[in-house]
């Protein structure tokens, strides 16, 4: 499967941004995703994650409560919705997406990536 991420931007400490991951190639609900990201100088860490169904998220503690991961299957597109942004939000933001459904944290885990979209909140 192929996925491309999108909507990242500037935004000012407080506000928000959606991102979008689109993806083709094979059947796209059959399939666990994520969101990962990545600073500068530092590791890739996970930030969210949804069933294949969408029934299920689970988050990370620190971002509990101001990012909401979502998918709409008849498009093929996951989301991930950031509200109350703060300059340590600042990243490259990446989409993710596995064929076994068990959830998992670690990046290694997960075997399609999308290029990565930069978010940058400025304070």
């Known amino acids: 499967v192929q996925l491309q991420a999108s909507g990242g931007g500037l935004v000012q400490a407080g506000g928000s941004l959606r991102l979008s991951c689109a993806a083709s190639?094979?059947?796209?609900?059959?399939?666990?995703t994520a969101w990962f990201r990545q600073a500068p100088g530092k590791e890739r860490e996970f930030v969210a994650t949804?069933?294949?169904?969408?029934?299920?998220?689970y988050y990370a503690d620190a971002l509990k409560g101001r990012f909401t991961i979502s998918r709409d299957n008849a498009k093929d597109t996951i989301y991930l919705q950031m509200n109350s942004l703060k300059p340590e939000d600042t990243a490259i933001y990446y989409c993710a997406a596995r064929a076994i459904s068990s959830l998992t944290d670690s990046p290694e885990a997960w075997y399609y990536w999308g290029q990565g979209t930069q978010v940058t909140v400025s304070s």
């Open positions: 949804i069933s294949s169904s969408g029934g299920t998220t």
């Open positions: 190639g094979r059947t796209f609900s059959r399939y666990r």
